[in-house]
């Protein structure tokens, strides 16, 4: 099929065998198992990129100009490319998928029928939404909203409060804050709205409308009936028209975007056919065949048309919906319809994508700062896990672990990173 598109050349994919991994780290073993590889004198092309050393890949700035790449490069919304770029450079191509997310409250449509609440009445603000949750646990005898699913690190990531990629294993109370269209790095424990956040939480379980409560097996047992609230992604619904994805929830969206890196196709360092390998991924993200064949499989093996839209012919065959795809090559905007996606998709997603915010600190990706180590120790010992369970204490909680992140010199690490991003937006 490449060579009736008139790509007539020999580019090779190479993935890391998973029992390669021994007990290095990911990144370590990866870098091991290539330059293994490279040796015994196998061509390696083109590999996967997650979270590869940069050292073993090669920057891609310079390659977006032939005859498919500059096709791709350029039907793409800019936010696609400036994303998921690392220091300013392109290393990758970006697996096509949803990279940009918003969080969201949902809340049970047949629950909130039940209690004849007005859904334009309901927002994004735990505060507001307790008297909904008190009539929720009176009426109904439900859990409004499980203490499991207070999850600090997701509920902000809204409109002020942006998540900023670091290269650490653990989560981290470190935030870009949106202060009036000024930047700043801020470290979540000291800002009011987190502490406001956990007197929400400590009223909820003073109430018992987070399930705190309960022994394991009441809370079990209550669970079965579902919540009343639960934090998820945001899903425009014309995109999941067809899709399970909060299938019978409303959604209150939290108004601000949690750009994420999705991976993709890096070039080998020691590639020779470096524009050649970038010339091919674009042909195939841009050419419905190849889309199809990378994303699908084969017609009449892996999967059927009826009436144009793909019907899988295996049970394990994933088949993308509107909202992204499981492939780490081809383009599922473009390629056909499948029984999960909405009508018209590809332009229902190209709308939305290019309604994402080129936001300034977009592709910003800090250098780690001198101790870091020690600052992310505080965060490994205790998970940064808060005991959102409690009726008391939170905010005393809250302040000791803070002071162990100062201790630790936390505020040397917000001045060096606030320094970069001020350099980086210029």
Request: glycine residues 4%.
């Amino acid at each position: 099929m490449l060579k009736e598109k008139g790509m007539d050349i020999e580019v090779v994919f190479k993935d890391m065998k998973v029992d390669e991994a021994e007990d290095r780290s990911f990144v370590e073993s990866e870098k091991m198992y290539f330059e293994k590889e490279n040796k015994a004198g196998n061509q390696i092309d083109i590999i996967p990129y997650m979270h590869s050393d940069i050292r073993i890949i090669k920057n891609l700035d310079e390659t977006f100009n032939g005859t498919y790449a500059k096709k791709f490069y350029e039907a793409m919304p800019n936010t696609y490319w400036k994303s998921q770029k690392i220091d300013q450079h392109t290393y990758y191509i970006p697996k096509v998928s949803l990279y940009a997310k918003q969080k969201c409250i949902l809340v049970d449509e047949k629950m909130m029928k039940e209690l004849k609440i007005d859904a334009s009445s309901l927002k994004y603000d735990l505060n507001s939404l307790i008297p909904y949750m008190e009539q929720a646990k009176k009426q109904l005898d439900v859990i409004p909203f499980s203490f499991m699913d207070i999850q600090y690190q997701e509920y902000f990531k809204n409109k002020q409060y942006i998540s900023l990629p670091l290269l650490s294993d653990y989560e981290t109370s470190i935030y870009i804050k949106d202060d009036n269209k000024q930047y700043k790095i801020v470290n979540l424990y000291e800002e009011d709205a987190f502490h406001n956040f956990l007197k929400t939480i400590q009223e909820m379980n003073q109430k018992e409308l987070t399930g705190a409560q309960l022994d394991t097996d009441e809370y079990n047992k209550k669970m079965e009936k579902g919540t009343f609230l639960r934090l998820g992604n945001y899903f425009p619904d014309d995109l999941r028209e067809n899709s399970d994805r909060n299938k019978g929830y409303k959604q209150m969206p939290s108004g601000g975007y949690d750009y994420i890196r999705t991976g993709g196709d890096a070039v080998y360092y020691q590639s020779k056919k470096e524009k050649e390998a970038v010339e091919l991924i674009s042909l195939i993200n841009t050419d419905q065949d190849l889309s199809n064949l990378f994303i699908y499989g084969i017609e009449g093996e892996d999967y059927q048309l009826k009436n144009g839209i793909v019907d899988p012919l295996r049970e394990d065959l994933i088949i993308p919906d509107s909202l992204g795809s499981s492939s780490m090559i081809g383009n599922y905007i473009i390629a056909l319809p499948s029984s999960k996606s909405c009508p018209d998709h590809t332009t229902a997603i190209m709308h939305y994508l290019k309604q994402l915010p080129d936001e300034p600190y977009l592709g910003f990706s800090p250098k780690i700062p001198d101790k870091w180590k020690d600052v992310e120790s505080v965060y490994k010992d205790s998970n940064n896990n808060l005991p959102v369970y409690e009726k008391e204490g939170l905010l005393e909680y809250a302040k000791g672990f803070n002071e162990k992140l100062k201790a630790a010199g936390l505020k040397s690490i917000i001045d060096d990173l606030q320094k970069q991003l001020d350099a980086y937006m210029g």
